[in-house]
């Protein structure tokens, strides 16, 4: 932002039930949301939003990180320790951020694009970047910022170095759209669709229809889809398209697939026209339609059209964490690098902890409206303020402001420049963020730094992992904590870039199975508490080295674990007290509670942090009062312990099941496991969790068989027609069982399941692909979007925590983040 948009005092004045100003002058030109996304502390305002966590309780260290101002809702939060903070008290900080954001857009008369619908929303709104960018300076939404929060924190950034904004706005229920129309003021509106997300939060499509166009109650023209035109107001101008209806404005009459592209021949004005795109998915023409409805609304020439449409670069929303050459991790965010993207990929960085280097790779940065000394200067110091140790830059324009950066960077004309000077042995030990436009073909230095494995690729959706954790957080009690289970290697997700995700999301516990994870994850730079379900005698060393705490179970272990603290002098270790309910797996009995009394007053060098069980069919109905008993009983042994006790302690017996039926049970803490993941064993809840892990391959080889021939070792698979087979880079040293071979199991080729044939190889499994359209090296569906883990699940007669935990640590695990 060019310059401050308003004072503490301004401020104040917009949105305050009463205010302590001790710096009225304060220049704001960040909102803060997040207390660990600290862009400029000086000129940043706190929003204490409502949250699962009170985020009052941020203040004091964003205090000391130097902020300032501050938006609460909290009335009796104590101030007087902040001599010279600003405190702003408002009835709602969600709302009085809209009233900011609102203010803040009345002072821009250039246009505004508003993009709402149900699928397309952010695609629509690059493209339209994309294709208007040189006739505009453009300012967007980041990412897909377009909630009640993001679309307040995309207006802030309006300013006077640009004459055009395209904003997205998405909504889940109604009666919010009202908020966001008010804020972004659209000039011109424009609907994708209207499909079954967010299905839940309306009574009808008709009634999230009508929800969606409220956005657009007061602007001068809505591009829209012929069908939904009669759903607005008969006076509101219109520019309308369609793939079926004629009568539209844009009307689509033919659309042919080539090779390398797609042209699309629509009728405008009694004239035929055509663009060509790169694409050729239904959803990227009909995202392409809307995109030429729009220019062709904006008088944009036909022939610039063309020559822009055919240009279009795909929309990759996902950062994608990847492992690295040299024990490195690489976050891939190469396809743009706008200013406030560059702030959030800079804020995922620093939650990586693995290594201890953090560096950017960083091209130049185009179309941003910016003067460039200006806006090198604001990177500079964005990199300073996010903690960067490393800084390579690439580009003739960063190498003109070298001077503005610290001394420590690098510089380099091209791409091709820094590839003739790569030595892999200068990338080791650190965390590489790559965010580079797209013409600078970072895709070629993300190959050289990443580590080199086979085409079999197990993908997980770091949002969705959020958003799960989200799920099961509304369900908990004001107060109640969370332990989240990385064992397994994370269920076969992976322990390190999951614990990290989950440390800084703040849950209160981690527990893994045995003392090695939880050193690597110490390792890795977790922090949090983490509890070890099953430690050894001979692990007593390094638990207490990193500072882990153990489950003891038995009167033997908590004897060993005592006489080993003895030995080392140590006073009041943490640890947590398995109690057998039911499961008769691991756990004191009730026959045991008056020893360990003894054991627990009389030994100064434990001391309990945790009691806890675990439930053993906390999913099934047939068993509630066998559920009912074991939570009662449970009662009992923690009450008996804690009369004994001078200290209190936390109880906790809930699982992930256990969190959905048996909220009574909360305690203190609960544990979140498969879950946390996307699975469920409860049906109802199974809808409501996002999917996290997709697993995917390649095609090596496709081979055309007669009928009677035979596939694979021991000739098991037997052509019964003629065809085709394929041969995927997936076996059972990856995790998929020999069990699935001869049929048994299918996977996902180009939409349509193909079965196997003959046995499972080591590497290597074969598929019957009569009748499919494919080629070699086409991505095979293990199992994902279209064929779910529980179906796979179900071919091997098995549950899904199987399946994804018995995937070979050898498939190379990618993490994406939006």
């Known amino acids: 932002m060019s310059q401050f948009s308003f004072t503490a005092e301004e401020l104040s004045a917009l949105v305050a039930r009463k205010s302590q100003l001790n710096a009225p002058n304060q220049e704001i030109q960040h909102l803060l949301t997040d207390s660990r996304k600290i862009t400029d502390a000086k000129s940043s305002v706190f929003f204490a939003l409502k949250g699962s966590r009170d985020a009052h309780q941020y203040i004091p260290a ?15 939060f104590n101030v007087t320790d902040f001599s010279e903070g600003n405190f702003i008290w408002v009835a709602d900080t969600t709302l009085a951020m809209q009233e900011i954001a609102k203010a803040h857009r009345c002072k821009f008369a250039y246009p505004v694009i508003a993009v709402t619908g149900s699928n397309g929303k952010t695609i629509v709104k690059e493209w339209l970047y994309q294709l208007l960018a040189p006739d505009y300076d453009i300012v967007r939404s980041p990412k897909s910022y377009n909630s009640q929060i993001g679309v307040p924190l995309s207006v802030w950034q309006m300013s006077d170095d640009y004459n055009l904004a395209i904003f997205e706005a998405g909504i889940s229920s109604g009666n919010e759209m009202e908020h966001l129309a008010a804020i972004i003021k659209p000039d011109i509106g424009v ?80 004239e035929e026209i055509s663009v060509n795109i790169p694409f050729s998915s239904l ?37 994608e964490l990847k492992t690295g050459i040299n024990q490195s991790a690489i976050i891939d965010d190469s396809y743009n690098s706008d200013f406030s993207s560059l702030d959030i990929a800079l804020d995922f960085l620093n939650q990586q902890n693995q290594y201890p280097t953090k560096t950017l790779i960083l091209s130049d940065i185009h179309q941003s409206g910016k003067a460039n000394d200006e806006l090198y200067r604001d990177v500079a110091m964005l990199l300073t303020n996010k903690g960067v140790d ?184 943490p640890i947590h007290i398995k109690v057998d309910t039911g499961m008769h797996r691991l756990g004191f009995d009730f026959k045991d509670i008056d020893a360990l009394i003894v054991k627990l007053k009389t030994n100064t060098s434990v001391l309990v942090k945790s009691v806890f069980s675990h439930l053993v069919a906390s999913d099934n109905d047939a068993h509630n009062s066998f559920t009912l008993k074991q939570i009662s009983d449970f009662e009992l042994f923690v009450n008996r312990l804690q009369s004994n006790l001078d200290y209190t302690f936390l109880r906790h017996i809930l699982n992930t099941s256990g969190i959905s039926r048996w909220p009574q049970a909360q ?62 880079k997936i076996g059972y040293a990856d995790g998929y069982p020999r069990a699935l071979g001869n049929g048994v199991g299918k996977m996902l080729v180009n939409g349509v399941l ?24 086409d991505d095979v569906i293990v199992f994902g979007e279209g064929f779910s883990v529980y179906d796979l699940a179900e071919q091997l007669d098995t549950i899904p925590y199987e399946v994804i935990t018995n995937i070979s640590q050898r498939v190379k695990r990618v993490y994406y983040y939006e």
Not at 390 to 413: C, E
Not at 531 to 551: A, D, G
Not at 755 to 776: A, F, Q, R, V, Y
């Open 667 to 728: 305690f203190e803490m609960v544990r979140l496991g498969i879950g946390l993941y996307g699975i469920e064993s409860i049906d109802t809840e199974k809808a409501l969790l996002e999917p996290v892990v997709s697993l995917k391959t390649t095609i090596s080889q496709i081979k055309e068989l007669e009928k009677g021939e035979t596939v694979g070792y021991s000739r098991k698979g037997v052509m019964q027609h003629k065809g085709k087979t394929a041969t995927v």
């Open 62 to 76: 964003l205090y000391r990180a130097g902020v300032r101002t501050f938006i609460i809702s909290d009335l009796s």
């Open 283 to 319: 959803a990227s023409i009909e995202n392409a339609v809307i995109c030429w409805a729009v220019l062709l609304s904006q008088n944009i020439a036909q022939v610039q059209i063309e020559k822009r449409m055919q240009k279009l670069l795909q929309v990759k929303m996902r950062l």
């Open 754 to 777: 193909a079965p196997t044939i003959g046995n499972i190889c080591m590497d290597m499994t074969m598929l019957d692909i009569s009748g499919i359209e494919t080629s070699e090296g």
């Open 390 to 573: 490393r800084f390579i830059g690439i580009g003739a324009d960063l190498k003109r402001f070298s001077s503005v950066f610290p001394v420590h960077s690098v510089f380099y004309n091209s791409t091709d420049e820094f590839i003739e000077n790569f030595r892999s042995s200068d990338f080791k030990n650190e965390t590489i963020l790559l965010k580079g436009s797209r013409d600078f073909g970072f895709e070629r230095i993300s190959k050289m730094l990443t580590q080199k494995v086979h085409e079999t690729v197990m993908e997980i959706n770091l949002n969705a992992i959020l958003a799960n954790l989200k799920h099961y957080k509304a369900k908990l009690r004001p107060g109640v904590k969370l332990m989240a289970m990385v064992k397994a290697f994370a269920y076969g997700s992976g322990s390190d870039e999951i614990a990290n995700l989950l440390q800084h999301h703040r849950v209160d516990y981690l527990a893994v199975a045995y003392a090695d994870e939880g050193v690597a994850l110490r390792q890795a730079g977790i922090k949090v508490p983490i509890m070890v379900l099953s430690p050894e005698v001979s692990s007593f060393e390094s638990i207490v080295e990193h500072n882990l705490e153990p489950e003891l179970y038995s009167p033997r272990i908590l004897d060993a674990f005592v006489d080993f603290l003895n030995s080392k002098n140590a006073q009041f270790y």
């Open 191 to 270: 609907l994708t669709n209207i499909g079954a997300a967010h299905d839940e939060g309306f009574a009808s499509r008709d009634e999230k229809l009508h929800e969606k166009l409220k956005l657009f109650k007061n602007a001068r023209l809505v591009v829209i889809n012929q069908q939904f035109k009669d759903a607005l107001e008969p006076s509101k101008n219109t520019f309308t398209w369609s793939l079926n209806d004629e009568t539209a404005d844009l009307y689509v009459v033919k659309i042919t697939h080539k090779i390398s592209f797609t042209s699309i021949h629509a009728k405008y004005k009694n």
